[in-house]
């Protein structure tokens, strides 16, 4: 508590330059973007939990409010529809901005939505229908209003990017100084470029105007409230194994994954915005799977009757992926604790009821 207390007069000097009387016992005030989304819930419960202020800014584009709805009627809590492409004024000391189109099937059904460049947002402004350019660039101007934002009110920032800025990595597993291999026009470039150029953003506020930033780069997560049906490999699997569907590997199955349980994510953006480094860290669970070996321990958690069916891989997809930890380990004191074989069963009950409450939806 001390050093909570601490690192909040610490966040109030670097803006103010004094502590004013009683904000060592002020309670931190916290935007999440994002916050209705997967990842954003889980945070949101833990610093409502830990006693700071919440405001979850999210346009529901892929997120849900019964992700937050036991939080309703909470005096710190604080919800608002809001697209993070427009501007927006708040008073918060910090914010995390997780707001995204995250999933793969959203992000290839609508990559204008993910990415936008200057020289993009002007081409479809001249070239497209007007309406158009709403879709274009969540990562870009989303991040650039909320680095706005922070510069205004002088509130720390911290970046949600992803082991995606690896691309296909050469490297392995892959350290924070790798700077990776992206296909600059591919189909999963809409999200790894749009990250990138999210980072990029976020060191140009940091250096040219002073803002305090943290940067983490998340490895594939899992756990309860995950979109059902988003096209990730572990929803994917958990939902098929309990519909009774087969299991659909792409490819050989013999690609690679590393898979963190969203707690573990969770404290470790906790410790990352507390801490006093400014990353990239590398956030995730250094335990490596092929999909066939994750198909195969989804079997044994859930039903091990489940077959496996055969699908073509999608275009540019990394042959591997694993994080290499040791600055995260060093400098923020944060490392996972749960294996896949413990999480797994951690969102199998929460996956259940929400394919019954579906089922029960379509009058079946
Ligand atoms: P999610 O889709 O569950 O959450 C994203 C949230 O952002 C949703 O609630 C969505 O409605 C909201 N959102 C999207 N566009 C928005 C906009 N324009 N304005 C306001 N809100 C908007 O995804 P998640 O898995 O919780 O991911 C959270 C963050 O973590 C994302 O930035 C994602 O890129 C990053 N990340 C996640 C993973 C993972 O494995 N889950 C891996 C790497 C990085
Ligand atoms: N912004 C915002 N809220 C604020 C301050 C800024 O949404 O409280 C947005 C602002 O509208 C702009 C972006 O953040 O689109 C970048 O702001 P900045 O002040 O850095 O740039 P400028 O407005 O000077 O171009
Ligand atoms: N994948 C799979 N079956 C599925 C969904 C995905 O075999 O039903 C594979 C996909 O080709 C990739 C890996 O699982 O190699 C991880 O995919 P995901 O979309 O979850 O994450 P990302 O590719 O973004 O790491």
Same mark, same amino acid.
């Given at each position: 508590?001390?050093?909570?207390?601490?690192?909040?007069?610490?966040?109030?000097?670097?803006?103010?330059?004094?502590?004013?009387?009683?904000?060592?016992?002020?309670?931190?005030?916290i935007?999440?973007?994002?916050?209705?989304?997967?990842?954003?819930?889980?945070?949101?419960?833990?610093?409502?939990?830990?006693?700071?202020?919440?405001?979850?800014?999210?346009?529901?584009?892929?997120?849900?409010?019964?992700?937050?709805?036991?939080?309703?009627?909470?005096p710190?809590?604080?919800?608002?529809?809001?697209?993070?492409?427009?501007?927006?004024?708040?008073?918060?000391?910090?914010?995390?901005?997780?707001?995204?189109?995250?999933?793969?099937?959203?992000?290839?059904?609508?990559?204008?939505?993910?990415?936008?460049s200057?020289?993009?947002?002007?081409?479809?402004?001249?070239?497209t229908?007007?309406?158009?350019?709403?879709?274009?660039?969540?990562n870009?101007? @989303?991040?650039?209003? +909320? !680095?706005? *934002? =922070?510069?205004?009110?002088?509130?720390?920032?911290?970046?949600?990017? %992803?082991?995606?800025?690896?691309?296909?990595?050469?490297?392995?597993?892959?350290?924070?100084?790798?700077?990776?291999?992206?296909?600059?026009?591919?189909?999963r470039?809409?999200?790894?470029?749009?990250?990138?150029?999210?980072?990029?953003?976020?060191?140009?506020?940091?250096?040219?105007?002073?803002?305090?930033?943290?940067?983490?780069?998340?490895?594939?997560?899992?756990?309860?409230?995950?979109?059902?049906?988003?096209?990730?490999?572990?929803?994917?699997?958990v939902?098929?194994?309990?519909r009774?569907?087969?299991?659909?590997?792409?490819?050989?199955?013999?690609?690679?994954?590393?898979?963190?349980?969203?707690?573990?994510?969770v404290?470790?953006?906790?410790?990352?915005?507390?801490?006093?480094?400014?990353?990239?860290?590398?956030?995730?669970?250094? @335990?490596?799977?092929? +999909? !066939?070996? *994750? =198909?195969?321990?989804?079997?044994?958690?859930?039903?091990?009757?489940? %077959?496996?069916?055969?699908?073509?891989?999608?275009?540019?997809?990394?042959?591997?992926?694993?994080?290499?930890?040791?600055?995260?380990?060093?400098?923020?004191?944060w490392?996972?604790?749960?294996?896949?074989?413990?999480g797994?069963?951690?969102?199998?009950?929460?996956?259940?009821?929400?394919?019954?409450?579906?089922?029960?939806?379509?009058?079946?």
């Open positions: 508590n001390n050093a909570r207390s601490n690192n909040n007069a610490a966040l109030f000097v670097s803006r103010v330059g004094r502590v004013p009387a009683g904000i060592t016992s002020r309670r931190l005030r935007v999440v973007t994002g916050g209705a989304g997967f990842v954003g819930s889980h945070l949101v419960d833990r610093l409502i939990e830990r006693g700071n202020d919440v405001i979850v800014v999210d346009n529901f584009f892929t997120g849900r409010k019964e992700n937050l709805k036991h939080l309703f009627g909470n710190r809590f604080e919800m608002i529809r809001h697209d993070v492409v427009e501007p927006i004024l708040l008073e918060v000391d910090q914010i995390y901005h997780l707001a995204c189109p995250a999933s793969p099937v959203h992000y290839k059904y609508n990559p204008v939505k993910t990415i936008i200057f020289f993009l947002l002007f081409l479809y402004l001249h070239c229908a007007l309406h158009f350019y709403l879709y274009i660039y969540t870009v101007m @989303g991040t650039l209003n +909320m !680095l706005g *934002l =922070a510069k205004r009110i002088g509130a720390r920032f911290l970046l949600t990017s %992803t082991s995606e800025v690896y691309g296909d990595p050469l490297e392995h597993p892959q350290k924070e100084t790798y700077w990776g291999n992206v296909n600059p026009i591919g189909e470039s809409c999200y790894d470029e749009g990250k990138r150029t999210a980072e990029t953003l976020t060191m140009d506020y940091h250096r040219g105007a002073g803002v305090e930033v943290r940067i983490a780069r998340i490895f594939n997560t899992y756990g309860p409230r995950m979109c059902l049906d988003d096209g990730r490999v572990v929803s994917n699997f939902a098929q194994a309990i009774k569907q087969p299991l659909t590997v792409y490819g050989d199955g013999k690609q690679t994954r590393s898979f963190q349980y969203v707690s573990d994510l404290n470790g953006l906790m410790a990352l915005m507390d801490g006093e480094h400014i990353g990239p860290f590398n956030l995730g669970n250094p @335990g490596e799977f092929t +999909m !066939l070996e *994750l =198909a195969q321990v989804v079997k044994e958690t859930i039903d091990s009757s489940a %077959t496996i069916a055969y699908k073509p891989n999608t275009a540019d997809d990394p042959h591997m992926r694993k994080p290499d930890i040791s600055k995260a380990k060093e400098l923020l004191n490392e996972p604790k749960i294996s896949l074989r413990e797994l069963p951690l969102m199998v009950s929460d996956f259940r009821n929400r394919i019954l409450n579906e089922d029960e939806g379509k009058g079946m």
